[in-house]
C-alpha cells in the first residue's frame, strides 16, 4: 500500500472537499482524511500526481509541491475560515496577526513577506478583500442590517465598512443592495 499526504490550492469551501473526495475515489484512491488545502489517501499500486493534477486542475484545484506555496495556502484558508465564522457571529475580536502565527507557528514578519512576494498583496489587503466578499454576500442575503454587518466583521464602525466597501468596489454598501448587484467574485479567485 502507497499513502501520501497531498496538498491542494483553491479548497475554500465543503463543496470543495466533496469534488476532492470524489475525484480521488473515482481514480481508484482510498480517502483516508480530507481538509480544506489537504487529503490523505493510498492505494495499492503507486500514486500518479501527474494524473491526480490533471483532474484538480479540471476542477479549478491543483496540487501543491512546495513547503512556501503551503504556507500561503494555509494563510488563505485560516482567513476565509475566519472570516466566514466572524460573519455566522461565532468569533470576535480577531487578531489575524495572532491567529496567523499561531495557527502557522511561523512569526508574522515572515508569512507577510512570503505572501506579498508570491501573491503580489499583503495578507491585509487579501484580509479585506475576503471581507469585502463576504459584504456582499450577507447584503444580497438581507438578513443583517450593515450596523450587524459592520460589529460582526470587526468593523469600528458603519461608516469604516462603508468606506471600505466603496473603496474596493466603488459602490456605497446601500447603493449595492439597491441594485441588487450580484458581481461577487469566487473566493479561490480573489488576488
Known sequence: MEQATIHIKNMVCNRCIK???EELEN???QVNSIILGEASIQTADKINFDLINKVLTENGFELIDSRQSR???????TVIETIREMAEGK??????????QENLNLSYQYLSTLFSSSEGITIEKYIILQKIEKVKELIVYDE???SEIA???????????SSQFKKITGLTPSHFKKIKSFKRNPLDKII
Do not use: A, P
Open 144 to 146: 443583517l442590517s450593515f
Open 19 to 21: 469534488v476532492v473526495r
Open 71 to 77: 504556507i500561503i495556502e494555509k494563510i488563505k484558508i
Open 151 to 161: 460589529y460582526r466583521l470587526g468593523y469600528s464602525s458603519v461608516q469604516h465598512l
Open 27 to 29: 481514480l481508484g484512491y
Open 91 to 100: 468569533l470576535k475580536n480577531i487578531s489575524f496577526t495572532d491567529l496567523l
